[in-house]
């Protein structure tokens, strides 16, 4: 891949819809919620996140902060500053570009070799926005028999198209079918 990927205009409503469970409220609803759900699953747990409130809420919970893998941040929300002082709770942070509404195609190496090296790692987006790249996250993410995969990011309230959408969390479970959806969703990316 050597062209940025973009969402193309009319296929916007697409790429709005949540890619797992939404899980609807408030920061203080949501994150009691997925603790519970968490708690419940009986096999070891990696989180991943997409999002600078969901990495923020996360990493202040010591039962969820034990279990992120990796956090993708761009250290902003809603085009506002967002104090990001983690550093010390990953032992990897790199810095990448990643332009506003693309996909950056690199991207899809170095978030793939992120999760080879097991690290816990910060990826701080310097330029552009984290948003689309749950996408390539969600296809180099290796599927595991011994492991419970999460990919969590914040979802913002749509309300101008059918359906409609609530604010929350979406809980994305790595497995074959959200797989298969993400690559129809960069394929249709890929046809310009």
Same mark, same amino acid.
């Given at each position: 891949? /050597?062209?940025?990927? !973009? *969402?193309?205009?009319? @296929?916007?409503?697409k790429y709005s819809q949540p890619l797992g469970d939404l899980i609807s409220g408030s920061r203080l609803e949501t994150i009691p919620k997925v603790i519970e759900i968490l708690k419940k699953v009986d096999s070891d747990i990696q989180i991943y996140l997409v999002g600078d409130i969901v990495t923020q809420d996360f990493l202040n919970n010591q039962f969820l902060k034990e279990r992120v893998q990796i956090a993708i941040i761009d250290e902003k929300t809603k085009r506002e500053s967002v104090n990001a002082d983690y550093e010390d709770l990953f032992e990897e942070i790199i810095e990448f570009e990643n332009p506003e509404g693309t996909i950056n195609p690199e991207s899809f190496d170095l978030l793939k070799k992120i999760a080879e090296n097991e690290k816990r790692t910060l990826l701080k987006i310097t330029r552009g926005e984290e948003d689309l790249l749950v996408l390539p996250l969600t296809l180099?993410? =290796?599927? /595991? !028999? #011994? !492991?419970?995969? &999460? *990919?969590? &990011?914040? @979802?913002? =309230? *749509? #309300?101008?198209?059918k359906p409609s959408f609530p604010e929350g969390i979406v809980m994305v479970e790595l497995n074959r079918h959200v797989k298969k959806l993400v690559d129809h969703l960069i394929t249709i990316m890929q046809n310009k």
């Open positions: 891949m /050597s062209d940025e990927l !973009k *969402i193309k205009s009319d @296929q916007r409503h180099v993410l =290796p599927l /595991s !028999k #011994t !492991k419970k995969r &999460y *990919i969590f &990011y914040g @979802q913002p =309230p *749509i #309300t101008d198209r």
